[in-house]
Each structure stands twice: as structure tokens, then as C-alpha cells.
């Protein structure tokens, strides 16, 4: 085949699905563990036929469960990987994302979000799958959640999360949504000297001396593959900086706290929101996803009434941006969530405002997307 065929570049219109296949290609994954589910099937399609092209290797497993095994393997194997899924396939894939975390292996997941619980609307949109993102795997632990608006945005995003994958050694989500992931808009895909990649952090102790669980001051350990001499255990049990289990509370305790740490410690590196109209805002929408681009019609409605009204956009959703709207809570007069659920960011952001400022959520059951005049009508409310 070629070049042309294996090397994709310059301006293309793409669905939201196969631009986050191109963008996992040009992160450099070169791995893809996955299993159909719609509306996340067309990125699973298009990695079958594009990573063949490029060197890589695309396994349909036989569920969820192994599609995440998969790539966690993968990664200890040297390779770049990703999966995604929807719906009842992330619940399936909870248990497996938590094994990923504890071994600290840096791997994406995408979820390409769809009405629910249980089987649901495997065709309609949804964004209530974002506490799950955050606590659906068992114990403590911090995570990394991105949550594009726009097809050109999720190919970005797909490489800012392997990205961070790899600067922090975990696990990365991506929260889509059907209407992103199913949307067909321009995506630019620069030229691959252009883009900016992380490289793996691959120890340069020697056998012996390295040990895969140990970090400095930043709370990232190094990395190794299989393969290049090193013997070396790792478990999803508690265990020390030899990879061994210990199971006590001592360990625990240091093992938490480490996963916990190397989150919370660099979240203002991490973390990217985006603003719009605040300068003069007494109203905060705070949105994310497909829900941010209705919302923004609706803010423009509302400031067309005179009411100073902004925008936080959440791009990184996990780690939240508590300390914004903690500063916020002191200037403004409300708060307005709005999202595909009946209520989880919004959850957070009263948590944080803590009183000072009012909270309102204009909640929506997924199917499709709010509707701007209902979004404006509540920031008139909350500007009263």
C-alpha cells in the first residue's frame, strides 16, 4: 500500500470514533486489544484495517475483561497500547483498569459514552459513566479522565493521554460521548514531526538494581520491559518497591499513598480547562463533552439578555479542578453544571463551592443533548 494509505496527515473529515484511532496511531500505538460494542465499534473497525498498514497489531479478544488484560500486557511488552468500549463493556473492564493502576502501566482506555444502566441506548448519547470513571474499580486510588467536545479534540486527546500515560506511569481515560464519538467534522492531523511525544521512561540502572516499584521526589518509578534481562515480579497485591507482596498495613499505606501522590502532587500540570467570558462572569456554567458545545449556545442566549455569564470548560475532568471553583465560589453568584446525567460533576462542584455561591444543574437522562433556550432559562434563574 502507500504512504499515503499508511502515514495520515494534513485535513480530513472524520467521525469522532476514527479520528481517535488516528490519534492513537500517531501517539504511537502500535497495540490494540479490543472487543465490538457500540458506539465505540468503528475505533476497534478502524484500527483493524489502519494499524496492519503502520507495523502495528489489532487482536479482537473475547470480551472486556481480556481486551484490558490485553493491553496491560502489551504495555510490559514495550508496546504502546489502547482499548475502548462503552457502557456495559466499561463496567466489565473496572475490575482490569484497577490492575492496571496498581502496576502503574501506562495504557488507554476510551469510552465512548452511551445512555444507560445495563444495556440502555447502545446508539444514543450519554455522560453518565464519569463517577464510574473515577470510582469504579475497588479501593483508592487517583485517575486521569479527558473529556473531548469535537472530533478534532479527541484526536488531540488521544495523544494527550498517552501522553500522560506515560509521563505518570497509569492508566488514561478518554470520556467520549456518542455524539462525539459518531459526529463527522474536519480533523487536522499534523505531520508526525510535529507532534510532541512522550517517551517511555525506561530505567538505565542496571539488572540488579532496579526496582519497579521505586520513585524520587516526583513519585514516577522507572520502567523496564520483558525481555531486556531484568527480573523483576509485579502483582496486583500490595506490595513494596520490589514488586513483592506485603501484605500489611504498612505497605498499604505506602503503596496508596504513592498512587494517590504522583496524581494529586502534579494536578495542576495535569489538569487543562477552558475559559470562556469570565472575566466579567457573576454566573459559572461548568461543562464537558458534547454538553459543552449545547451549553455554550446557551450561555450566548443568556449574555444576549445582559446576563455575565462564563464558561469553565472541563477538559480534564479527573484530577478535578477543585481549587478553580474554590476561587471561583469566592467572586461569583452561581454555579450552573450541565451534563448527560442527573447529577455527578455537578456532585463535585458543590462539594467545592461549599456554600459560597449557589449550585444549579440542569440534568438531562441522555438520548440526545439539551436543549440551548432550557440551559439559558437556568442561568437566568441562577443570575436572580
Known amino acids: 500500500m502507500g504512504e499515503e494509505r499508511r502515514v495520515l496527515t494534513g485535513e480530513h473529515f472524520l467521525t469522532g470514533d476514527h479520528a481517535c484511532a488516528e490519534g492513537g496511531m500517531a501517539a504511537g500505538c502500535m497495540f490494540f486489544g479490543g472487543y465490538p460494542i457500540t458506539p465505540s465499534t468503528e475505533i476497534a473497525e478502524r484500527m483493524s484495517l489502519r494499524l496492519p498498514e503502520v507495523g502495528g497489531i489489532f487482536i479482537q479478544m473475547e470480551d472486556e475483561m481480556a481486551s484490558m488484560n490485553s493491553i496491560l500486557g502489551a504495555a510490559w511488552g514495550g508496546w504502546k497500547s489502547m482499548t475502548c468500549t462503552s457502557g456495559p463493556g466499561f463496567s466489565l473492564m473496572m475490575e482490569n483498569l484497577g490492575l492496571g493502576i496498581v502496576l502503574e502501566t501506562p495504557t488507554v482506555l476510551v469510552n465512548i459514552q452511551r445512555g444507560g444502566p ?8 450519554g455522560q453518565a ?9 475497588h479501593g483508592d486510588y487517583e485517575v486521569i479522565a479527558l473529556a473531548p467536545n469535537s472530533p478534532q479534540e479527541i484526536f488531540d486527546h488521544t495523544i494527550k493521554a498517552f501522553n500522560l500515560a506515560e509521563q505518570y506511569r497509569t492508566p488514561v481515560l478518554v470520556m467520549s460521548d456518542e455524539s462525539v464519538g459518531h459526529m463527522t467534522e474536519k480533523v487536522v492531523i499534523p505531520p508526525r514531526e510535529e507532534l510532541k511525544l512522550v517517551p517511555r521512561n525506561y530505567t538505565k540502572k542496571k539488572p540488579g538494581e532496579y526496582l519497579p516499584f521505586e520513585c524520587g521526589e516526583d513519585e514516577i518509578p522507572e520502567m523496564v520491559k520483558a525481555g531486556d534481562g531484568y527480573k523483576i515480579h509485579i502483582t496486583g497485591l500490595t506490595h513494596d518497591k520490589r514488586g513483592y507482596p506485603d501484605i500489611s498495613a504498612e505497605a498499604q499505606d505506602w503503596m496508596v499513598r504513592h498512587l494517590m501522590n504522583k496524581i494529586q502532587k502534579n494536578k495542576k500540570k495535569i489538569i487543562e ?8 462572569a457573576e454566573v459559572v456554567v461548568v461543562s464537558y463533552g458534547i454538553s459543552s458545545r449545547v451549553a455554550h449556545r446557551g450561555m450566548d442566549l443568556a449574555r444576549k439578555t445582559g446576563v455575565k455569564v462564563g464558561m469553565l470548560r472541563l477538559i480534564t475532568v479527573w484530577p478535578f479542578p477543585d481549587y478553580m ?3 471561583l465560589a469566592e467572586r461569583v453568584k452561581a454555579f450552573v453544571t450541565v451534563e448527560l446525567n442527573f447529577g455527578q460533576i455537578a456532585l463535585e462542584v458543590e462539594r467545592h463551592v461549599a456554600g459560597k455561591a449557589k449550585c444549579y444543574l440542569v440534568p438531562h437522562a441522555g438520548g440526545d443533548a439539551h436543549k440551548p433556550e432550557d440551559i439559558a432559562e437556568a442561568i437566568k434563574e441562577a443570575a436572580k
Open 118 to 125: 445495563s444495556t440502555g441506548l447502545p446508539t444514543l448519547s
Open 129 to 137: 459513566d464519569m463517577m464510574q470513571a473515577k470510582w469504579g474499580s
Open 273 to 280: 480547562v477552558e475559559k470562556i467570558n469570565m472575566d466579567d
Open 325 to 327: 471553583i474554590k476561587e
